[in-house]
């Protein structure tokens, strides 16, 4: 048994690299049973799926894989493969994380979490509603791993000072003697005033002592159960909020940038998807969808009490709930008075924010107007803006020092520098990103998306408000267990090809797939900022799982109804697109002609 045992875990250790040389001969048969071309393509795809589920190889390195292997096999040249690599999608993300890096090198992401904390007040329900307020604004902005990593610091010293210091470990004792000492020792105020009065008073038979010391047990449990989840609803609501937050604006998640790229790369006509328009459609949903997961973590995990809210606190939370108060106080008093590289940064962030969204927001001519048809894109706006920070001084420029002939001639440093950049910066989701836009591409030049749209028949009777319910689940829950980036990358070139069979607008089914990725809430393993609050060692995964299966409900439930409301005039989703019915056309030039399915069951909603 002991040999068994010690076979297995060599067998363990050695996954990846049976994974990394199993999958090639596994999938053979991929190539044989499809014509050529087809074949080949779906044979590099579905090895890229496997490397990135299992992580046999890096994520970034498996996005590397189609330089290689498409020449290889005949699919793409590399002139058109290693282009993919810097499309103006890339650049855009890259200009949203130079901004973030800027922003966390003079901390004025903490700054602004702690107003924003000072404002929503120290209540447990209402310091619950900052954090997730404040982590999906950074969200929008910043990468969801590093918003949580951020906040959960916060959160932490917010806590030890409401409750003090968390030992899960602590056993509740069974006598009265041995419940004060606890109480003493690990600084828990979980006995109520009246509860202390009671358990020090003076001359009272045994009947009536075994009557307090009940009470004050039951007090005690109930005080502890209640702390336990007010600290895990503190921990679960920040991963929640970063992974909410970053589906609001097009450079807030990969995915997000991914559905932009390969719409480029499939209907290069469309034109209705930049940032202010994805933000008028996704922000909203943001803000309803934030909402609602704080009345559902608020009360499951109890703070927001229907029963007793009208019950009057006691002392002891109240000062804990001043304790806290005073924490959050210092530490924004430690950030000392606001520095001028701090309000320059603010300036051009408001300014990048600005900008992407009036440079073509649809409803009114934007900016780019003004400039030549075609031009200007969202990533020409954000590195310009980018470009600004890295010669922008950090200290505010005084005339005294050019008639001071005694003040040091030292060189004044930029707001950020190249350095900094280059280790701030996450590199390996551009290559992440190019790998996404290889890959669809080479389905576009293979005919594979033709070839898998052709296969699609039994889903050309699903009414599109029922597809778009399905797409969300299925995506949701295959993103639970694999990277949301590789997901959207496998998912996005099909539903683009069941949406030209159901002939609906391909962004009806696309929009929901890619948002559906986002919202990944049951497992630690689900998303890095599920990971990382999970890695506290407060949460345990039934406390993701219960708390997830209705947050990933209510992201389906809101997604649909979101695509079948305001979504529909801001996209134009009643109608099939002039840009989507050219590339019907080339679909159909290649495969017997079907019957068209209208678009009755959408225009009814």
């Not at 999938?27 to 080949?40: C, D, F, M, T, Y």
């Not at 030992?167 to 069974?174: A, G, I, N």
């Amino acid at each position: 048994m002991a040999a068994l045992g010690a076979l297995v875990k060599k067998a363990w250790s050695v996954r990846r690299a049976v994974v990394l040389l199993g999958a090639p001969l596994a999938l053979l048969p991929v190539l044989l049973s499809l014509p050529a071309k087809e074949g080949r393509c779906l044979y590099v795809i579905l090895l890229m799926a496997l490397y990135w589920c299992t992580e046999a190889l890096p994520l970034a390195v498996t996005a590397l894989l189609p330089i290689v292997l498409f020449p290889f096999l005949g699919i793409l040249p590399s002139n058109k493969v290693c282009p993919q690599y810097f499309l103006d999608t890339n650049f855009l993300f890259l200009s949203g994380l130079i901004m973030a890096s800027a922003i966390e090198e003079w901390n004025l992401h903490r700054r602004i979490a702690l107003r924003v904390l000072m404002c929503v007040g120290v209540q447990p329900a209402r310091l619950i509603l900052g954090m997730m307020l404040t982590t999906s604004f950074l969200s929008m902005w910043l990468s969801n791993t590093a918003s949580t990593a951020m906040m959960l610091p916060i959160a932490n010293a917010i806590l030890k000072s409401l409750f003090g210091e968390k030992d899960t470990s602590k056993e509740m004792s069974r006598e009265n003697e041995e419940t004060q000492a606890p109480l003493q020792q690990n600084k828990l105020y979980t006995v109520p005033t009246e509860m202390q009065f009671l358990a020090s008073t003076e001359d009272k038979d045994l009947a009536e002592e075994k009557e307090i010391t009940s009470d004050v047990l039951s007090d005690l449990k109930k005080e502890e159960e209640y702390k336990n989840n007010i600290w895990k609803g503190f921990l679960i609501s920040i991963p929640y909020a970063a992974s909410i937050g970053g589906t609001a604006t097009l450079t807030g998640t990969a995915p997000n940038l991914i559905l932009l790229g390969q719409l480029k790369s499939y209907f290069p006509e469309c034109d209705v998807v930049n940032f202010g328009s994805w933000f008028m459609f996704a922000f909203p949903l943001m803000l309803i969808f934030l909402l609602m997961g704080w009345l559902w973590i608020s009360i499951l995990y109890g703070g927001i009490n229907l029963r007793g809210w009208r019950a009057k606190k006691s002392n002891l939370r109240v000062d804990a709930e001043a304790r806290a108060r005073e924490v959050i106080k210092e530490d924004y008093q430690k950030l000392g008075p606001t520095k001028f590289a701090e309000q320059a940064i603010f300036f051009f962030f408001c300014m990048f924010a600005v900008m992407l969204f009036s440079r073509d927001p649809k409803f009114i001519p934007g900016w780019a107007s003004f400039f030549a048809p075609g031009f200007i894109s969202d990533a020409v706006t954000g590195i310009t803006i980018v470009i600004i920070l890295f010669f922008f001084p950090s200290q505010k420029p005084s005339l005294k020092w050019w008639f001071d002939f005694k003040a040091p001639n030292t060189e004044t440093q930029p707001l950020l520098t190249w350095r900094k950049a280059q280790e701030t910066v996450p590199w390996n989701i551009i290559l992440l990103l190019g790998g996404g836009f290889a890959m669809a591409k080479g389905c576009e030049e293979s005919g594979l998306s033709v070839w898998i749209g052709g296969r699609l028949h039994p889903l050309e009777g699903v009414p599109p408000p029922v597809a778009v319910i399905l797409i969300t689940i299925v995506i949701a829950l295959f993103t639970e267990f694999a990277s949301n980036t590789a997901t959207i990358i496998i998912f996005l070139p099909v539903l683009a090809e069941l949406a030209i069979r159901l002939k609906v607008n391909p962004l009806y089914l696309m929009i929901p797939g890619t948002i559906g990725c986002s919202y990944a809430f049951m497992l630690p393993v689900s998303t890095p900022p599920n990971s990382i609050a999970f890695s506290s060692g407060h949460l345990m995964v039934k406390d993701m799982a219960r708390t997830g299966l209705l947050m990933n409900l209510m992201g389906v439930l809101l997604l649909s109804l979101a695509m079948n409301t305001w979504a529909k005039s801001i996209f134009q989703l009643g109608t099939f697109p002039a840009w989507a019915n050219i590339h019907a056309e080339n679909a159909t030039s290649l495969l017997p002609a079907v019957e068209n399915v209208t678009l009755s069951a959408l225009n009814k909603i």
